[in-house]
């Protein structure tokens, strides 16, 4: 059994497509995690070379177009173990036969890459929708995400075009990484820091307005949980305000 | 601002009406806040399993009408609210800047008249835009009755505007809402629809960019899903909707003997939510689907009843067989014909590569070959027998001494 470590990378994967055709073998797994070797197995480190790296890229192009390009490296942002070696897989596949074969969906490979594809899109898609902005004080809106997938690249754009001139931070807790935006350009950057954050002193007034919303336009002769859990997962819902406590219960009828 | 009290109660007034969808429109935040997205953007979703994306609220529930069905009619003892245009306005832009929301969905109960109650959603409509750089999400309810002038205006600034027929016959209307009438509610939607082909033809896409729709209540008359599905063909094909909400009648007010008195079940919804799809999206007419004087079998979905009924059409061949044939057989939709579709241009395809696919195969084995070969049954009633068996599984369970199987099935129908 053959094993290549590589970093998660573009570059990384394009390495070791080039250490498997000069050495003419394949490997079982390419991996970026730490791997717990079995004792019929040889695990070979990747180096990276950017040079190599860009030729592997032009066959890649070659053989299947930007298109492939785009379809194999949007799967590094996966939180799948198997990504990097589904990505190898299906690279390599298409060097072989000089053709994009993406659509084959009846080879495992193609159909694990479709699979993981759509996983990240639907979670970006999602987010765009349950990310919550809370007001601070100076201004600038923050939200929190926790997202499966490594997806702020993805969403961030569709918030600095829908809100304009405005100030922002995407913080995704799982990765420590907070994406800035100025108003102008976006900026993410890798932050192990706690950040604190105070909160505009109109916040809290209108976090308990959408939950007064949202209690009052469920339909309860409608009550079906299990819609609403296939609908929005409760992974999502601790970073939602609506899922919250509620502070002050409204006596009315 | 608008308090916590007085949303509460123009929220639970809106909240009946079932349309939801932020989509049909593509615009830039270009001089404004805010944008639209084609897809349209779920934000929400709220304990009955619905979606929260645009904020569904009335104006005022102050209603000068009397229907029936209606939680806000006028001789109903419910707690009244009316929010001035402003308060309307700088909520959705609070919500929207938090990402809560996709929009507004503004409607109104009739007060003092329809021109008056039209008058106040356009000044709110045209203040959200002009005065607050409103470049979101706004679907209005159109009031029937109000002058034309002001609709249409109003279609300049909403992004989607609906007249809810409410009750799929003249008959109906006449019984349960007997201050509307059919020609005053088809009346402003043929103008809309006209105004919006004009538009289109001069290129203008700042007219209605996601259309018009309606909501027909289901359950509350005596309508076959027959005539209601025809009437929805209708209206597609005649006013260019976009979209037919259905929506079950539940029992919202004091009982009369007009109306029927549990909620009506979720399941028939949900049937003609299925008829509705096959006629938008995969190319059936009604009568393909049901006749006229019928209603949808709730033991199989639409598209499984129109195989059975044309087994001679079938089986078809997955490896010949063009796209739209492929979307006719019952269990294979978009995603499934799309990858076949693609994966064949390779090489032929069997059995196990559609399983490897993860093609649903439960009810397409019944209607395809692969290279010739077949895999379902070949009599019709096994076939009927075991995709209606696949279709309830909640209600296949094994029977305890305390169990009461009517119980089950009232859970299903959504009577509980």
Redesign the interface.
Same mark, same amino acid.
């Given at each position: 059994m053959i094993v290549y470590k590589t970093p998660p990378t573009k570059q990384g994967i394009l390495c070791a497509l080039f250490e498997s055709f000069t050495q003419k073998e394949v490997p079982n797994v390419v991996t970026s995690s730490d791997f717990q070797p079995t004792f019929d197995c040889v695990v070979k480190d990747i180096k990276i070379d950017q040079k190599i790296a860009d030729r592997v890229e032009k066959g890649l192009i070659k053989s299947g177009g930007i298109s492939l390009l785009s379809t194999l490296f949007y799967a590094l942002r996966s939180n799948d173990g198997l990504k990097e070696t589904t990505i190898f897989s299906v690279a390599h596949k298409c060097l072989v036969a000089r053709k994009n074969?993406v659509? &084959?969906?009846?080879d495992?490979d193609m159909?694990n890459l479709?699979?993981i594809n759509s996983r990240i899109a639907n979670e970006a898609?999602?987010l765009?929708?349950?990310?919550?902005?809370?007001?601070t004080a100076p201004g600038v809106?923050y939200?929190r995400i926790s997202p499966d997938n490594d997806i702020i690249d993805l969403i961030a754009p569709?918030?600095k075009?829908?809100?304009?001139n405005?100030r922002f931070l995407i913080h995704d807790l799982k990765r420590n990484l907070v994406c800035m935006c100025d108003g102008r350009s976006l900026k993410t950057i890798k932050t192990d820091q706690a950040l604190l954050v105070c909160l505009h002193q109109?916040e809290h007034n209108?976090q308990?307005?959408?939950q007064?919303?949202?209690d009052?336009?469920?339909?309860?002769?409608?009550? &079906?949980?299990?819609?609403?859990d296939t609908?929005?997962p409760k992974r999502y819902r601790k970073n939602?305000?609506?899922f919250a406590p509620r502070q002050d219960t409204?006596e009315?009828n | 601002m608008l308090d916590a009290k007085r949303l509460t109660i123009l929220t639970e007034s809106a909240k009946y009406d079932v349309s939801c969808s932020s989509s049909g429109s593509s615009r830039s935040s270009r001089g404004g806040i805010g944008n639209t997205y084609a897809a349209g953007i779920c934000h929400s979703f709220t304990q009955d399993g619905r979606c929260i994306s645009l904020l569904k609220i009335l104006l005022s529930n102050q209603c000068v009408y009397d229907c029936l069905y209606c939680v806000n009619r006028r001789s109903n003892d419910v707690p009244r609210a009316t929010a001035t245009p402003d308060e309307i306005c700088q909520l959705v832009m609070e919500f929207y800047k938090r990402n809560y929301i996709e929009g507004l969905f503004l409607s109104s109960a009739v007060f003092k008249n329809a021109d008056y109650t039209m008058e106040l959603l356009l000044e709110t409509v045209v203040r959200l835009r002009k005065l607050y750089g409103f470049r979101g999400y706004i679907h209005l309810k159109g009031i029937p009755g109000a002058d034309s002038l002001l609709l249409n205006r109003a279609a300049h600034y909403a992004d989607r505007m609906s007249f809810n027929i409410e009750l799929p016959s003249e008959k109906s209307l006449k019984l349960l809402a007997p201050q509307k009438s059919k020609k005053a509610i088809l009346a402003p939607m043929g103008a809309m629809a006209e105004e919006y082909k004009i538009a289109r033809q001069e290129k203008n896409k700042a007219v209605l960019p996601a259309g018009q729709t309606t909501q027909m209540i289901v359950g509350a008359s005596s309508e076959t899903d027959g005539q209601i599905i025809r009437l929805s063909q209708a209206l597609y094909d005649r006013y260019s909707l976009k979209r037919v909400y259905y929506s079950s009648y539940v029992p919202a007010n004091n009982q009369t003997s007009l109306l029927p008195t549990t909620p009506v079940g979720l399941l028939r919804e949900h049937r003609l939510y299925q008829a509705d799809w096959l006629l938008r999206f995969y190319g059936f007419s009604a009568e393909e689907i049901i006749g006229s004087e019928q209603n949808l079998d709730p033991a199989l979905d639409p598209k499984c009843a129109w195989a059975l009924r044309n087994m001679g059409l079938f089986p078809v061949e997955v490896n010949t067989a063009p796209p739209e044939v492929l979307l006719r057989v019952p269990g294979i939709g978009f995603k499934s014909a799309s990858k076949i579709c693609h994966a064949r241009r390779f090489s032929k395809l069997d059995f196990d590569d559609l399983k490897k696919m993860r093609v649903v195969l439960k009810r397409a084995m019944h209607f395809i070959t692969c290279g010739g070969k077949f895999y379902g049954q070949e009599s019709l009633p096994a076939v009927r027998t075991l995709l209606t068996l696949n279709e309830m599984p909640n209600t296949m369970e094994q029977l305890s001494m305390f169990s009461s199987p009517d119980i089950n099935l009232s859970v299903l129908g959504g009577e509980l």
């Open positions: 074969l659509t &084959n969906y009846k495992p159909i479709y699979e898609h999602r765009k929708g349950f990310l919550r902005f809370e007001k809106w939200a569709h918030f075009s829908r809100f304009p405005e109109d209108f308990s307005l959408w007064t919303y949202f009052h336009v469920t339909i309860k002769e409608r009550f &079906n949980p299990k819609l609403q609908s929005l939602m305000v609506e409204l009315f | -």
